[in-house]
């Protein structure tokens, strides 16, 4: 299947999956950064 | 707060959406070989298996430019800050797959057409769209406040989505290396049935995966609207 210009449909899949793991390991560690942050901003407030 | 209601809503989807994506991958290079017209003859084309996830790519971008358009509107008619967060996180997805539609595309091109790139309309037109959506995302980091971005934002999101009927119409207006509309037509799509079946199915899967990528995003937002309001110390804020 990889043979002639098969090997252009393997780099393009392994291309998309690459993005998209990427893409979601980006939002993963975003989304803990700035719960960190929300969560020691909610704790350092000073009460009212 | 992500409730663990929302946590387990955004879980679902991200599961069927990667139960849908291993069935359709297995679909891809299962599939009978796909013979592509060179001048008169047809010739066997594995590269073109591509198509099975170039076309479910440019959908979902032209799926989430139109969420884009259409939340940029409520957020002029509004001003409330959840249709800001909904337009900024599906121009980010929006652009990620932009950006695959373009490498695939060119990944595609180079064994059929022997060049990566061409200046035709299609191409051009969705250059263009990458970078309509990068400067939406620039413009959003460099005006600090928040009000003033959402609404500036929000104009080029909808005067940017001019772009997709372009870009989808390209084909029929101009003369280009990409062939004409082959699946929305008239008389039916213009390729065999077995591969109308798997695109369909690899477009669900895209669709889905964009929903997840999509609530993921907007969760995003939410937080670092949380991360604003206690820093500023005012309690009780939210998206």
């Known amino acids: ?48 | 707060m992500m409730t663990d209601r929302t946590g387990r809503r955004d879980t679902l989807v991200g599961l069927a959406a990667l139960l849908l994506l291993l069935v359709a991958a297995v679909a891809w290079f299962a599939s009978p070989t796909i013979l592509y017209p060179i001048g008169d003859r047809l010739v066997e084309c594995q590269a073109c298996r591509i198509i099975y996830f170039h076309v479910p790519s440019a959908w979902v971008a032209y799926l989430a430019f139109f969420v884009v358009f259409s939340a940029s509107i409520q957020v002029l008619r509004t001003g409330e800050p959840r249709w800001d967060a909904i337009a900024r996180s599906s121009a980010e997805v929006g652009l990620v797959f932009t950006t695959l539609a373009l490498i695939t595309g060119s990944l595609w091109g180079k064994p059929i057409w022997g060049t990566w790139w061409a200046w035709d309309a299609r191409m051009t037109t969705t250059l263009i769209l990458w970078f309509i959506y990068l400067a939406y995302l620039m413009l959003r980091s460099y005006v600090e406040d928040e009000r003033r971005a959402a609404r500036y934002s929000a104009v080029l999101g909808i005067l940017g989505f001019v772009d997709v009927p372009i870009n989808y119409l390209s084909v029929t207006w101009w003369r280009t290396l990409h062939p004409e509309i082959a699946i929305v037509r008239p008389e039916g799509p213009a390729m065999p049935p077995f591969m109308v079946q798997i695109l369909a199915l690899s477009l669900l899967a895209f669709t889905l995966l964009y929903m997840y990528l999509l609530l993921r995003r907007v969760g995003l937002e939410r937080t670092a609207q949380r991360l604003r309001a206690a820093q500023l110390g005012v309690a009780g804020q939210g998206a």
């Open chain 1, 1 to 48: 299947m990889f043979a002639g210009n098969g090997i252009y449909l393997l780099v393009a899949f392994v291309a998309t999956v690459l993005v998209l793991a990427g893409y979601v390991w980006s939002l993963s560690s975003r989304a803990r950064d700035l719960r960190r942050d929300a969560e020691r901003a909610e704790r350092d407030r000073p009460l009212r």
